[in-house]
């Protein structure tokens, strides 16, 4: 359990995942800020925004001027979220690093979210895929609904695994499983890793957690001791789940790389200047965000001593 | 990892660490209806209340009436929070299963909180020993800031378990080592369960944590890796933390539960009972709860397939 200094990649999804379902558009210069304080904190990764319609997702209309405006860090890489070919050509459009590629291992919930049957999404996306090769734009593929389907319960491993196999046959250099609804738990991550790990070797893997239930954290610790190092998060765990109004969403950064630190694990990212960063969050969102670290700070931001026990104390 | 059908106790304390920081008053007739509806739930020790004074805690002004009100589940040990002699008295009077005696391992943190030092706590806790022990009522000690104090920062493990002897050589049966502001993590965790199992063996041991920066549920984890197989845990999550306005507070039985029972761990807990319980304390404390799961559901509290779905699906 001890971390002994391993290395764990941390991708920010917040200005993705996070801002997509809030209420509030936050401005494209708000955006831009806030990505361009975060790529001066040690992520891998930082998922920028989704080429989606912006009918269909108006928080994120913005997308282009967004990639467009932010001064990128040579060491980050800047992932884009792609539905469809439409959407893949304004990624390219934006020089993204990468074009993260998403649709559901669960039938029910592909034909709910996405309006079309698995194969459907698969063949679209194997033409995505086909036209962004040619470029340097890396391609990651995320599978929704790894961990369980909120309408078909849980999705068979065999399945899961599957379908990645077929998007890395089409060349896709990552995985991302995708705990969407928060149904994942410690000991089914240990397994659906390890079993990923066996036949796919060192295939980017990145493991995206949600903590509706409140088990994204331990889970976050039985990938790592079944071989995952690379986690999507959202700064102040935003993001919420259509499925359970109210509960918390996306494993929140400052959270899990707490946690990670005292561990003995390396994560690269600067606790300090996110925690600054996330404390922003309630102003662009217009309400509270469910990190912890954020309300109760690092374990030992202490506290001052009274005045009465410092005269007991002879202090 | 695996649970592997281990048994893990399950102790409630929503009745006297939950509603004790509660700024409205619980009614005495609602707490005894909701501690005879715990007893029904298969928990090996509840915590009904404390017979601190009711100048400090008036919240619980109410001790003597809820422990003769309540009907006792003859599997189930009914325990009380023991500050003083005064309290012992009144616990005695009650006849308790077990007197729950409480002190600090911080110096700073038991003459915030109890107005007199370690020793002086000890050397009063001891003639508290010595009177009940003549009696059936079983001595427990918990230990604050077992694993962190939020003024003094870590507390030494020797600190701890040569507190943690001495009572042992009074006569207690049990420890609770408890992690009062949520500074602990899952190595520590680890760290400190194993080298207390090493010194004392099969002596009855509870962890008490609360998810004040997230972790409870790792550390419980945690701690059952390293031996531990009973903990303190609080209905809907109940139970606040003075220095983290607005952060969560005691681990919530049901999300703790609901991870162990998914992980093969035997709690003997029934889930759905405790889950109607738990949906009862909103309209008890007149805010809302922090249980992930009340708010979520279980995993595999399955959502309708939309119409539009089923028609695809051929249902």
């Known amino acids: 359990m001890q971390g002994n200094n391993k290395k764990i990649f941390i991708q920010e999804v917040v200005t993705r995942d ?12 708000k955006k831009i800020e806030l990505i361009n304080q975060l790529s001066q904190c040690g992520y891998s990764k930082i998922e920028v925004t989704s080429f989606t319609s912006p009918k269909a997702i108006p928080a994120l209309r913005d997308a282009e001027q967004v990639m467009m405006g932010i001064t990128r860090h040579s060491s980050i890489e800047y992932t884009v979220l792609v539905p469809n070919m439409r959407g893949a050509e304004r ?21 709910s979210n996405l309006k079309m049957t698995r194969e459907a999404s698969f063949h679209a996306l194997s033409e995505v895929i086909k036209e962004v ?10 599978l929704s609904t790894a961990f369980g389907c909120p309408m078909e319960g849980d999705i068979s491993l065999e399945t899961v695994l599957s379908w990645a196999e077929r998007f890395v046959e089409q060349g896709a250099r990552g995985i991302t499983l995708c705990d969407t609804t928060g149904m994942a738990y410690p000991t089914q991550v240990a397994e659906v890793v390890a079993k990923f790990k066996e036949r796919f ?42 499925y359970a109004p109210g509960a918390t969403g996306n494993v929140s950064t400052e959270d899990l790389v707490h946690m990670l630190e005292l561990m003995g694990y390396r994560t690269g990212i ?7 960063a996330s404390a922003q ?35």
Chains 1, 2 share one sequence.
């Open 201 to 242: 070797g060192d295939l980017q893997l990145t493991v995206h957690l949600h903590n509706t239930r409140g088990m994204a954290l331990s889970n976050a610790l039985a990938a790592i001791e079944a071989g995952a190092n690379r986690f999507d998060s959202s700064l102040g765990g935003l993001g919420g789940c259509p």
């Open 281 to 315: 969050l309630p102003a662009l969102v217009h309400h509270d965000v469910p990190s912890q670290i954020l309300k109760a700070g690092r374990r030992l931001d202490l506290h001052d001593v009274p005045n009465s026990v410092k005269e007991h104390l002879g202090k």
């Open 18 to 29: 996070g801002f997509q379902n809030e209420r509030d558009f936050v401005d494209t210069d």
């Open 270 to 276: 600067d606790l300090e200047q996110i925690l600054k």
């Open 91 to 111: 990624a390219l459009s934006c020089d993204a690093d990468e074009a993260n590629l998403v649709m559901s291992t669960s039938e029910s919930h592909n034909l």
């Open 133 to 142: 090769q040619s470029t340097r734009t890396a391609i990651n593929v995320s």
